[in-house]
T-cell receptor
Framework: QQQVKQSPQSLIVQKGGIPIINCAYE??????FPWYQQFPGKGPALLIAIRPDVSEKKEGRFTISFNKSAKQFSLHIMDSQPGDSATYFCAAKLGAATGRRALTFGSGTRLQVQP | ETGVTQSPTHLIKTRGQQVTLRCSSQ?????VSWYQQALGQGPQFIFQ???????GRGNFPPRFSGLQFPNYSSELNVNALELDDSALYLC??????????????FGEGSRLTVL
């Protein structure tokens, strides 16, 4: 019940395309849903995060869409660039009431943006 | 403002040995978390420390232990190493407020290989 399922495993798009990465969860005790970007040899870095009472959030070229009833959320990258080529992880955070404010990560999506 | 730094960056151990990994938190952060990232997988939560006390633990056996020091730096200790412990170990620091929104600042990790 603590899993976050992420798809696709890998994605190749052309420069300017809009890659979409999808995640689904079961545990309703999750209260924040961040996305992280990881380049080879580096640690993950926060991109954007959303609360479950918000349906959409945009930061620059990155947009999260959230469907609370379906327990699904997705990341869209507008006007993708070769520099966006990285592995993207969705995550979900347990609420403080659970006594454990840990992140549960999806399995990752390796994105390649071709010039 | 210095980021999260981890040492060593790479190390090789043999099965049954013990290892200590170190982490210096980002300035102003009082919470540190440790995650294990197997190759091609998302990070998995090991435990979290807040003001020198463990305040959350994932599904890892007791041979994984940690410490947080008064300056908020931290150590991860793993005893009786097993082959499956081979992974990238990530340290993440944050303030207690940012932890509540899923915002963690990761170091570049320590790559452990167990032979």
């Amino acid at each position: 019940q603590q899993q976050v399922k992420q798809s696709p495993q890998s994605l190749i798009v052309q420069k300017g395309g809009i890659p979409i990465i999808n995640c689904a969860y079961e545990n309703t005790a999750f209260d924040y849903f961040p996305w992280y970007q990881q380049f080879p040899g580096k640690g993950p870095a926060l991109l954007i995060a959303i609360r479950p009472d918000v349906s959409e959030k945009k930061e620059g070229r990155f947009t999260i869409s959230f469907n609370k009833s379906a327990k699904q959320f997705s990341l869209h990258i507008m006007d993708s660039q070769p520099g966006d080529s990285a592995t993207y992880f969705c995550a979900a955070k347990l609420g403080a009431a659970t006594g454990r404010r840990a992140l549960t990560f999806g399995s990752g999506t390796r994105l390649q943006v071709q010039p | 403002e210095t980021g999260v730094t981890q040492s060593p960056t790479h190390l090789i151990k043999t099965r049954g040995q013990q290892v200590t990994l170190r982490c210096s938190s980002q300035s102003g952060h009082n919470t540190v978390s440790w995650y294990q990232q197997a190759l091609g997988q998302g990070p998995q939560f090991i435990f979290q420390y807040y003001r020198e006390e463990e305040n959350g633990r994932g599904n890892f056996p007791p041979r994984f232990s940690g410490l947080q020091f008064p300056n908020y730096s931290s150590e991860l200790n793993v005893n009786a190493l097993e082959l499956d412990d081979s992974a990238l170990y990530l340290c993440a620091s944050s303030s207690s407020g940012r932890v509540n929104t899923g915002e963690l600042f990761f170091g570049e990790g320590s790559r452990l290989t167990v032979l």
